[in-house]
Nanobody, 124 residues
Framework: QVQLVESGGGLVQAGGSLRLSCAAS????????IGWFRQAPGKEREFVGT????????YYADSLKGRFTIFRDNAKNTMYLQMNSLKPEDTAVYYC?????????????????WGQGTQVTVSS
């Protein structure tokens, strides 16, 4: 079973940038749609974005378009979330997970093999 491990989180000031990584344990990584979600304290886990198996297509939550970019390097079995112009409201634990069928699914029930998450804290 494919395992996903997130990394790259940390503390950053508002307006700054972070790049998160999602690394897979198997070379079959290139066969999977991968999604990013986040969960802020006291809130439900929410969709951030997804990327197709090849990396050609990506889909984002409307509120994050233009600030967040997802890309992947299948040779390294790794997918990335580049976050720019960060805001305090971006503070959350960020998770990656394997999706299926289409990059346009945004609800948790379409995703499996969740990683353990990585904490992102944006200070004002």
């Amino acid at each position: 079973q494919v395992q996903l491990v997130e990394s790259g989180g940390g503390l950053v000031q508002a307006g700054g940038s972070l790049r998160l990584s999602c690394a897979a344990s198997e070379r079959t990584f290139s066969s999977y749609i991968i999604g990013w979600f986040r969960q802020a304290p006291g809130k439900e886990r929410e969709f951030v974005g997804t990327i197709s198996e090849s990396g050609i297509s990506a889909y984002y939550a409307d509120s994050l378009k233009g600030r967040f970019t997802i890309f992947r390097d299948n040779a390294k079995n790794t997918m990335y979330l580049q976050m720019n112009s960060l805001k305090p409201e971006d503070t959350a634990v960020y998770y990656c997970a394997i999706g299926k069928d289409t990059i346009y699914y945004t609800t948790l029930n379409w995703y499996n093999n969740w990683g353990q998450g990585t904490q992102v804290t944006v200070s004002s």
